[in-house]
């Protein structure tokens, strides 16, 4: 009766990974969408803030070679009009041959630069949103002043640029510009972070773009995982479902088998019983038919059809004695020596006990069995379940009357010296002590309807077998039967 609830549990435990496993790949599978998509955002980002910078050092390129007049024709330096045409250039510096840098960083920029022969930063500090930076050329060295905020192409961005969850900024030398602030409200219990870090395109302004993103439970897909985890559920249900049905079924038919068997057995110990009963009076019939024949052979001789009479009865009964013997025959049992085999008899016991948990659970009875995992014994496997399915089903019958707080029954499976014996102990009330010289006895019945020839068959079908069947009241109260059958090794 445990099977069925390690079954369980065992397909709730099945159940809860398969779903957990699901709905695990099915976050998984968000996360790294998720994830792909933060690092296609972060390429462009990268690739729009590589082609600003790569644009400044074109300009400074591009003044450097012109080398312009100090004065236009209107008297402003040609250079001077590229902030109106470049947002983010704030200003436009120059340092002639007979000139200096206002400031010293600018000059050691200038001197970095013509040693790199490129455009050279001068002193940047990202945080103050500005960084200038210097090309050394002859006669005319340039400098610009850019500005961070202005520098960004928002029109071309890929992320919202309000309420988006990346946070993208640029560092250089220990100092950050933030771009993009993002959602930097942290996330309760464990969580993701995705990471992006790629310095962009142009030697002279080496700024390293960091996007970052951090995902908690609430980015998870819970809507897809709850209808894995109720698909799950309703499948495990399903085929629980049918797994029961086919157990049901193949229960019903193993009961139909052993109904089958135990009608052909019973079939067979009523004809035997029948042809025992009808030979003794056909026997005297025809002993008294042929003493007739011999008183009448002393007769007149008008007594010859008399004789013809007789002899004809004499036939009749004759024939009526082979149909008898004939039928005796024909229902009597096969012997059971040549179907004796290692048969394991705990597997037989639970065997009964699987077809009669429908009838176990009925009477709210948990049978308990005891006694070692495996005891082989000689014989026949058909007849040996039948005698235990005999032997239960009589004892849960006999508790009926009995409240059913109070029903035990305790099946005992133990090694003697050259036998094995089984033990069916049950908390009914008993066996009467004139009933129990006769139990065994064909035909005998306490039960009202009953044939009598349940325990009788049984007997006839241990003894057949080499073994024995007895029954005994128990001194705490119920009926204890005992099967008693040979010892057999196991097959190896």
């Keep these: 009766?445990?099977?069925?609830?390690?079954?369980?549990?065992?397909?709730?435990?099945?159940?809860?990974?398969?779903?957990?496993?699901?709905?695990?790949?099915?976050?998984?599978?968000?996360?790294?969408?998720?994830?792909?998509l933060f690092e296609t955002d972060a390429r462009i980002v990268h690739r729009l803030l590589s082609q600003q910078v790569v644009q400044h050092d074109a300009i400074l390129a591009t003044l450097a070679l012109l080398q312009p007049d100090a004065t236009g024709p209107s008297g402003t330096p040609p250079e001077q009009r590229l902030p109106a045409l470049y947002p983010q250039?704030?200003?436009?510096?120059?340092?002639?041959?007979?000139?200096?840098?206002?400031?010293?960083?600018?000059?050691?920029?200038?001197?970095?630069?013509?040693?790199a022969r490129r455009a050279a930063l001068a002193s940047p500090d990202l945080q103050s949103g500005r960084y200038r930076m210097v090309l050394a050329a002859t006669p005319t060295s340039y400098a610009l002043t850019i500005d961070l905020r202005a520098m960004v192409p928002w029109a071309e961005w890929p992320m919202p640029r309000e309420g988006s969850p990346v946070r993208v900024s640029l560092v250089h030398a220990g100092s950050e510009h933030v771009i993009q602030p993002g959602d930097v409200s942290r996330t309760t219990g464990p969580g993701w972070r995705f990471e992006f870090h790629k310095v962009v395109a142009a030697e002279s302004q080496p700024f390293d773009v960091v996007a970052v993103r951090e995902l908690g439970g609430r980015h998870l897909p819970w809507g897809r995982m709850l209808a894995w985890v109720l698909a799950v559920a309703v499948l495990l249900a399903a085929l629980r479902h049918l797994q029961h049905l086919r157990g049901e079924r193949r229960r019903a038919e193993e009961l139909l088998r052993l109904g089958q068997v135990g009608r052909l057995n019973t079939l067979g110990e009523l004809a035997a019983g029948m042809a025992h009963e009808l030979n003794q009076p056909l026997t005297a019939v025809l002993a008294n038919t042929q003493a007739a024949q011999r008183l009448l052979q002393d007769d007149p001789p008008e007594m010859a059809t008399a004789r013809h009479a007789m002899a004809q009865a004499v036939e009749q009964a004759r024939r009526a004695a082979d149909v008898v013997g004939r039928l005796r025959r024909a229902v009597e049992r096969p012997d059971t020596d040549g179907q004796r085999q290692a048969v394991e008899?705990?597997?037989?016991?639970?065997?009964?006990?699987?077809?009669?948990?429908?009838?176990?659970?009925?009477?709210?009875?948990?049978?308990?069995?005891?006694?070692?995992?495996s005891l082989w014994v000689q014989a026949d496997p058909v007849a040996l379940d039948q005698i235990v399915h005999n032997l239960i089903l009589n004892a849960l019958q006999a508790m009926e009357r009995v409240d059913a707080a109070k029903r035990r029954l305790v099946l005992t499976v133990d090694a003697q010296a050259h036998h094995v014996e089984l033990t069916v102990a049950d908390s009914g009330p008993g066996i009467a002590p004139d009933?129990?010289?006769?139990?065994?006895?064909?035909?005998?019945?306490?039960?009202?309807?009953?044939?009598?020839?349940?325990?009788s068959l049984c007997e006839s079908l241990a003894q057949g077998m080499g073994g024995s069947i007895t029954a005994t009241n128990a001194p705490a109260g119920g009926a204890v039967f005992k099967l008693r059958l040979p010892m057999k090794e196991p097959i190896p």
């Design 345 to 373: 008899l705990v597997d037989a016991v639970r065997r009964a006990l699987y077809l009669l948990e429908p009838e176990c659970r009925r009477r709210g009875v948990e049978p308990v069995l005891e006694g070692p995992p």
């Design 435 to 455: 009933v129990l010289p006769r139990l065994f006895e064909p035909f005998f019945s306490t039960r009202e309807g009953g044939l009598g020839l349940g325990l």
């Design 1 to 36: 009766m445990r099977r069925p609830l390690r079954l369980s549990v065992w397909w709730l435990l099945g159940g809860a990974v398969v779903a957990l496993a699901g709905a695990a790949a099915i976050a998984r599978q968000s996360l790294e969408q998720q994830r792909a």
């Design 89 to 115: 250039i704030l200003a436009v510096q120059r340092r002639d041959a007979d000139q200096a840098w206002p400031d010293a960083a600018l000059a050691t920029a200038e001197a970095a630069s013509r040693s």
